[in-house]
């Protein structure tokens, strides 16, 4: 079946450490997301990629970084940057053009040790 | 700017009681509008979704909402609660074709 791998499930970061969270589908689809869920806050968006080399600043991007090497990955490296890390993260991806729904993967939650 | 508000954080109904969920966006041109579940420690899953035609949305699960352009809303209804349709909700639109907005989402709790 079609969808989305989100590795590892949980994360643990050490104060200055880059860590790095894998996004994976075989959904073909062209367009990928990376949220951020807090508690209250809902989902905010990270980073966004609409094709392959290429991809935008979301709404909290400070602290993070992404590449899009391939069409398959998408993966995120939450940088020594970021003071405020502990979260829930989600990828997605979609279509392009908006009216399809987008597909989440399972989810990663990084704590600080 | 778009806009998604979910009215009510926390809604509490009775095994068989009627689930009204809210949601009002901002939007200078249709939106398309999504409704999210989520079981916890798990991703979202799509309940409905409008973008345009009729509508009244069906979806997943006995879950139906209705987009009502005048009253800029997309409201969340099943007829009969049940025991596992206690999870968190989100309301989404998408208007520029990119990335999606949420709502803060609401936790529906079900008693029997």
Redesign the interface.
């Known amino acids: 079946d079609g969808g989305i791998t989100q590795s590892p499930k949980y994360l643990f970061r050490k104060e200055g450490q880059n860590v790095t969270l894998s996004c994976e589908q075989n959904l073909n689809h062209d367009a990928m997301y990376w949220y951020r869920q807090d508690p209250g806050q809902g989902l905010r968006l990270i980073y966004y990629s609409q094709i392959v080399n290429d991809f935008q600043k979301g709404d909290i991007a400070e602290g993070y970084s992404v590449s899009r090497e391939k069409k398959e990955s998408f993966p995120l490296t939450v940088t020594s940057a970021q003071k405020n890390p502990t979260a829930f993260y989600l990828c997605a991806s979609s279509t392009t053009g908006g009216k399809q729904p987008q597909h989440f993967g399972d989810g990663t939650r990084l704590s600080i040790l | 700017a778009q806009s998604v508000t979910q009215l009510g ?1 926390h809604v509490s109904v009775s095994e068989g009681a009627l689930v009204l969920l809210r949601c009002n966006y901002s939007s200078s041109v249709p939106p ?1 509008l ?1 409704w ?1 579940v989520q079981y916890p ?6 309940l409905l ?1 409008y ?1 345009t035609g009729a509508t009244l949305v069906k979806g997943i699960n006995g879950f139906e909402a209705e987009f009502k352009k005048s009253e800029t809303s997309f409201h969340l209804t099943k007829p009969s609660a049940h025991m596992s349709d206690a999870a968190e909700y ?1 309301c989404a639109v ?7 907005i ?4 609401t936790t529906l709790s079900v008693s029997s």
């Open positions: 954080s398309y999504f999210y420690n798990q991703g979202l899953q799509l979704k973008t989100f998408n208007q520029a074709g990119t990335a999606l949420f709502g803060k989402g």
